[in-house]
């Protein structure tokens, strides 16, 4: 089963190499739920993420712009992020595309949880961000 989740927190740390998202359950009546989820991500990552979240645009395209571009020079759009599985103390990540022009079924590009949710964020709406109830159930 995979639970909504938003990104209620970024910590941001000058003095280390790892910076902290945190997701919150979303319960079914839109309100925050019980369960959070920590997730160490790199400087790089957890600045893009609150530049887009912040509204700031960078001079020149980003990876994530660039990824962001692509997928939709390609026809098609990102539709949800899904944090799957942990595995040797690593978390994996799904990206879901939507093609724009067909009825078929879209595509899952495997991903680092932080491109994930970077991806994610650089939507206006952002896209939804889902964790299996398998790895939740592990981390909390």
Known sequence: MLVPMRLSRIILSDINEQQVLCLTEIADD??????????LVGEFEAGSIHRAINGD??????????LKSAIEELGAEVKDV?????????????????????????????????????????????????????????VT
């Open 57 to 66: 645009a960078a001079p020149r395209p980003l990876t994530h712009d660039l």
């Open 30 to 39: 839109g309100s925050d739920g019980e369960r959070t989820f920590p997730i």
């Open 82 to 138: 899904v944090i799957s599985h942990l595995q040797d103390h690593t978390y994996f990540a799904k990206v879901r595309l939507r093609r724009l022009d067909e009825d078929g079924p879209g595509a899952e590009l495997d991903s680092r949880p932080s491109d994930a949710i970077a991806l994610a964020v650089h939507h206006h709406p952002p896209r939804p961000i889902f964790v299996s109830d398998a790895v939740l159930d592990e």
